[in-house]
């Protein structure tokens, strides 16, 4: 079984940065995408970016121009680089890498932004 680690969170305050990353345990054979995950308290989870492949990405309205999602299919490897915290970016980080039949979750790290 692939286990997803992720790393990196914590508490940093508004307009700092963080940068998280998320490593598999084994290579992921033909990972389509890769990607970051958020879950807020009492909200559901949503898309914060992802990475296909081929390195196009795609980011939610909300981070656009302050984060950036990397990654390293072949190492299995994604990162995510988070500048201009707001404190509406506090929550539960998930990373995700899924192929065509798996979807892989990590355990989630918290990511708190305080004033």
């Known amino acids: 079984q692939v286990q997803l680690v992720e790393s990196g969170g914590g508490l940093v305050q508004a307009g700092g940065s963080l940068r998280l990353s998320c490593a598999a345990s084994?290579?992921?054979?033909?990972?389509?995408?890769m990607g970051w995950f958020r879950q807020a308290t009492g909200k559901q989870r949503e898309l914060v970016a992802d990475?296909?492949?081929?390195?196009?990405?795609n980011y939610a309205d909300s981070v656009k121009g302050r984060f950036t999602i990397s990654g390293d299919n072949a190492k299995s490897t994604v990162y995510l680089q988070m500048n201009s915290l707001k404190l509406e970016d506090t929550a539960v980080y998930y990373c995700?890498?899924?192929?065509?039949?798996?979807?892989?979750w990590g355990q989630g790290t918290q990511v708190t932004v305080s004033s």
């Open positions: 990475i296909t492949r081929g390195g196009v990405t």
């Open positions: 084994r290579r992921i054979l033909n990972s389509n995408v």
């Open positions: 995700n890498m899924r192929t065509a039949v798996s979807s892989y």
